[in-house]
């Protein structure tokens, strides 16, 4: 991928600010219509929170650890990648290996290795056998939901969802949380908390998070497994940037857009940091809402104040610590079985919860992805990435805070992996101020809005904006965080923009689910 900061062209059909996966997904994909594209991206690579970065001998993925769809699957939308990657013509360019089991969770006394496919249940169930009747029922209603929701269109309200027949659970589950259904079906508050230890997938605890959002993630890595993709996800990144180059879109890193031009509230094109004005009738933007519209377009520029004021009052995602290590110790052998654990110090979600939003490091994910591809770090060696959710203004200076922080998660990821602080062979760590840095998301959030039900479904931000010729795509917009879902979003884009319908290309078992 060449790098250049200049535009080629005075001219584009359409111009994508952000390079992140939901971006790129908008731009090969609109590309691939016949458009002529720009992405115009800050960073010396395009990913996002998907790319990858080398320190000395070991490779670390920033932020994604596994995704689903990688392979051929039975309903639309789980096999996204594949699809996308396949319509792209660039499916040899990533290797992708299945994740088994799917994940792990770690309670206090408790640990349980979870598999994809029918084993999902029957794990749990052996674990909780006065609940399997309950846990047969929600499965059925996670699946059945699941499916309606792979059949939203790229553009619906909630007033077109209730005119809609065949979306009866979404219509009544639209603002349902992960804890009241849990509650409706089941009764052991221990199952409960096991059956949701992957909320920080969402962000917010069961009692928060929407129950629609959580059952396609659910789903979709029980029904189709999780995969890692080998040599890291900057492959996947890679292979949708050359979907896109291949289709002679260009690329432009380390550059910046100063301002979105308008026009009486029409785009009309972009005006790059380096002075340069590039016209085109439409713009997607992958950046931050509030900073596309205060500092890019201007509110002055903006007719709808409603739809300012609505921005403003949305809530963003909480932030993330983040902690990279390889270590020496054979930690397949000491007992850390999945590429992923779900670490908890309590069983209570609430409670973890309120503390994340005090500054404690719990909560943690802990990934090893060397179990599965041993070649991102030296013979005998193996990295281990842990994540703590935390809020961005939890303290005044995360310069200072920042060694207490990472010696707490060091200190709570060695529950998991004994003896782990004495066998570190490489630490470097980064905190939601680094996560604002690399991506100017608004707090340095990771998932765009709360995945909360007022702000999920159809109650998400839409991809169209009120000026004429503007798009979001990307994990502010729906169907909300996680590499399935910016990608779907980025379809969902390309769809709005050409007027064809590419998720029915793609996949036509999705349309007539």
């Given at each position: 991928?060449?790098v250049?900061?200049?535009?080629?062209?005075?001219?584009?059909?359409?111009?994508v600010i952000g390079?992140?996966i939901?971006?790129?997904?908008?731009?090969?994909?609109?590309?691939?219509?016949g458009?002529?594209?720009?992405?115009?991206?800050?960073?010396d690579?395009?990913?996002?929170y998907?790319?990858?970065?080398?320190?000395r001998?070991?490779?670390?993925?920033?932020?994604?650890?596994?995704?689903?769809?990688a392979e051929?699957?039975?309903?639309?939308g789980?096999?996204?990648?594949?699809?996308?990657?396949?319509l792209?013509k660039v499916r040899?360019?990533?290797?992708?290996?299945?994740?088994?089991?799917l994940y792990g969770?770690?309670?206090?006394?408790?640990?349980l290795?979870?598999?994809?496919?029918?084993?999902w249940l029957d794990?749990?169930a052996?674990?909780f056998?006065h609940e399997?009747?309950?846990?047969?029922?929600?499965?059925?209603?996670?699946?059945?939901?699941?499916?309606?929701?792979?059949?939203?269109?790229?553009?619906?309200?909630?007033?077109?969802?209730?005119?809609?027949d065949?979306?009866?659970?979404?219509?009544?589950?639209?603002?349902?949380?992960v804890?009241?259904?849990?509650?409706?079906?089941?009764?052991?508050?221990h199952?409960?908390a096991?059956?949701s230890?992957?909320?920080?997938?969402?962000?917010?605890?069961?009692?928060?998070a929407?129950?629609?959002f959580?059952?396609?993630?659910?789903?979709?890595?029980?029904d189709?497994?999780g995969y890692?993709?080998?040599a890291s996800?900057?492959?996947?990144?890679?292979?949708l940037?050359?979907?896109l180059?291949?289709?002679?879109?260009?690329i432009l890193?380390?550059s910046?857009?100063?301002?979105?031009?308008?026009?009486?509230?029409?785009?009309?094109g972009?005006?790059?940091?380096?002075?340069?004005?590039?016209?085109?009738p439409?713009?997607?933007?992958?950046?931050?809402p509030?900073?596309?519209?205060?500092?890019?377009?201007?509110?002055?520029?903006?007719?709808?104040?409603?739809?300012?004021?609505?921005?403003?009052?949305?809530?963003?995602?909480?932030?993330?610590?983040?902690?990279?290590?390889?270590t020496?110790?054979?930690?397949?052998q000491?007992?850390?079985?999945?590429h992923?654990?779900f670490?908890?110090?309590?069983?209570?979600?609430?409670?973890?919860?309120?503390?994340?939003?005090?500054?404690?490091?719990t909560?943690?994910?802990?990934?090893?992805?060397?179990?599965v591809?041993?070649?991102?770090?030296?013979?005998?060696q193996?990295?281990?990435?842990?994540t703590a959710?935390?809020?961005?203004?939890?303290?005044?200076?995360?310069r200072?805070a920042?060694p207490?922080?990472?010696?707490a998660?060091l200190?709570q990821?060695?529950?998991?992996?004994?003896?782990?602080?004495?066998r570190?062979?490489?630490r470097e760590?980064?905190?939601?101020?680094?996560?604002e840095?690399?991506?100017?998301n608004?707090s340095?959030?990771?998932?765009?809005w709360d995945?909360?039900?007022e702000?999920?479904?159809?109650d998400r931000?839409?991809?169209?904006?009120?000026?004429e010729?503007?798009?979001?795509?990307?994990?502010?917009?729906?169907p909300?965080?996680?590499?399935q879902?910016?990608?779907t979003?980025g379809?969902?884009?390309?769809?709005?923009?050409?007027?064809?319908?590419?998720?029915?290309?793609l996949?036509?078992?999705?349309?007539?689910?």
């Open positions: 991928m060449g250049r900061t200049d535009a080629s062209q005075d001219r584009y059909d359409v111009i390079g992140g939901g971006g790129l997904a908008a731009a090969a994909t609109l590309a691939e219509t458009r002529k594209v720009l992405l115009v991206e800050r960073h690579r395009a990913g996002g998907g790319h990858a970065f080398k320190r001998k070991y490779t670390f993925d920033s932020a994604v650890h596994m995704i689903t769809g051929p699957g039975p309903l639309g789980a096999a996204l990648v594949d699809g996308l990657l396949s792209l040899d360019r990533c290797e992708f290996r299945k994740v088994d089991p969770v770690a309670f206090p006394g408790f640990r290795e979870v598999p994809s496919g029918p084993g794990a749990h052996e674990r056998p399997r009747h309950g846990l047969r029922r929600l499965q059925r209603l996670t699946r059945l939901l699941a499916r309606e929701v792979l059949t939203i269109p790229a553009e619906m309200s909630t007033d077109d969802l209730d005119a809609r065949d979306l009866a659970l979404l219509r009544e589950h639209r603002t349902s949380t804890g009241e259904v849990f509650d409706r079906y089941l009764d052991d508050p199952l409960k096991v059956l230890a992957l909320w920080p997938y969402v962000g917010v605890p069961p009692s928060r929407a129950f629609s959580w059952a396609i993630m659910l789903m979709s890595h029980v189709l497994g890692y993709c080998v996800f900057q492959r996947l990144v890679d292979a940037a050359s979907g180059t291949d289709r002679g879109g260009e890193l380390r910046s857009v100063r301002r979105i031009l308008v026009d009486e509230n029409r785009v009309t972009v005006q790059l940091d380096n002075g340069q004005r590039v016209s085109a439409v713009v997607v933007s992958n950046v931050d509030l900073q596309t519209f205060e500092e890019l377009v201007g509110t002055e520029q903006v007719a709808d104040r409603a739809y300012l004021a609505h921005l403003r009052g949305l809530q963003p995602s909480l932030s993330a610590a983040v902690l990279y290590l390889a020496d110790l054979d930690v397949a000491d007992g850390v079985l999945a992923e654990t670490l908890y110090d309590s069983w209570d979600h609430d409670d973890s919860y309120r503390r994340i939003l005090r500054g404690e490091a909560a943690l994910s802990v990934t090893v992805p060397t179990l591809d041993p070649e991102l770090a030296p013979a005998g193996h990295l281990v990435v842990a959710l935390v809020p961005y203004d939890a303290v005044t200076s995360w200072g920042k207490a922080l990472e010696s998660i200190e990821v060695g529950t998991l992996i004994p003896g782990l602080s004495e570190v062979r490489f760590g980064g905190t939601p101020r680094t996560m840095r690399y991506t100017l608004l340095g959030s990771i998932y765009g995945q909360t039900p702000q999920s479904g159809t931000l839409p991809h169209r904006t009120p000026v010729g503007l798009f979001l795509s990307g994990h502010w917009t729906q909300g965080g996680g590499v879902s910016v990608l979003s379809i969902h884009t390309a769809e709005l923009v050409s007027g064809e319908n590419l998720m029915a290309a996949f036509p078992a999705l349309r007539s689910a």
